[in-house]
Structure formats: C-alpha cells, structure tokens
C-alpha cells in the first residue's frame, strides 16, 4: 500500500480534500495519543481547517500551512494542506503536535523543539524537503507506525 505515499486528491475543490485531511489528523492524533498518554498535550487538540490567517500565509508564503498559538489546544492549518501528499501532511501535523508538547514539557516551542519533542514524546522524526518550499515530511518506517494505511 506504500505506493499511496505521494498521493494526492485532484483538486483543492475536491470534495474529498477536507474529510481526507480530518481522517489523517485523527489517525495521527490517535498514534500520538497511545504513544504520550495524557503526558504534554491537552486532553482534547482540535484541527482547525481553513484558519483565516493560514489561507492567508499560503498565499503569501508557500511554506507556511499551519501554526499553533492561535486558540489554545488547537492546531490550525490551510484547506491546501489536504491537496499535499500523505506523508507532508503528517510531517507537518507531526511538527505542530510537537509544538503543543514542546510547550507543554519545556516551555518553549521553538522549531527545534517541535522536532525534538516530535522525536522524544511521539518516536517520530520531522524532516525536510530539499525543494524551495521545505515542507516537514515523515519516512516511510514512521508512517508505517502511525498504521496509517
Ligand atoms: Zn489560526
Ligand atoms: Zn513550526
């Protein structure tokens, strides 16, 4: 099933992008649940579709589809995030989860500790796209992990 890797839907008018990218956030959340417990994240993370600032910073600068920071224990992201393929959009979901548990453990949410809680809390490594947008992405082992297919 690992040929599903770069998928993408067609279109970001598809009707299956926003159930695609609520479907992965939730398989996602839950690996990363039975992986921390109830260790540094909130007991509820909600995903936010189509947050006004990020439509906003997609179109000013492709790197960036989603934040956290804006509304306490939610993740906010880009209705362009589910046009991208499977293992970006974990990547990136991975990143800001680590956000929210960097914060939580260290108290500081820097990039690098959202990677390095990432890796610490959730066994999850972020890396990075060699391409102009270097968009967080996760291999194929840590995929296979979260049991995503
Ligand atoms: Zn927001
Ligand atoms: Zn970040």
Redesign the pocket.
């Known amino acids: 099933m690992l040929q599903n890797l770069n998928q993408v839907p067609a279109k970001a008018d598809d009707p299956t992008v926003v159930p695609r990218l609520s479907d992965l956030y939730q398989q996602l959340y839950h690996y990363i649940r039975q992986q921390t417990g109830s260790h540094w994240l909130p007991a509820v993370v909600q995903l936010?579709i189509g947050?006004?600032?990020?439509e906003r910073e997609y179109l000013k600068k492709w790197r960036q589809v989603a934040?956290?920071n804006?509304?306490d224990d939610?993740i906010?992201?880009c209705h362009n995030l589910g046009t991208l393929p499977l293992k970006t959009v974990l990547g990136v979901l991975a990143h800001e989860f680590g956000h929210i548990a960097a914060a939580n453990a260290w108290n500081d949410s820097c990039e690098a500790n959202a990677n390095a809680a990432a890796y610490e809390f959730f066994g999850l490594t972020v890396h990075y796209s060699n391409d102009a947008q270097q968009l967080e992405y996760l291999d194929e082992g840590d995929i296979k992990k979260i049991h995503i297919y």
């Open positions: 936010y947050c006004p600032i990020a934040h956290t804006h509304y939610v906010c992201c």
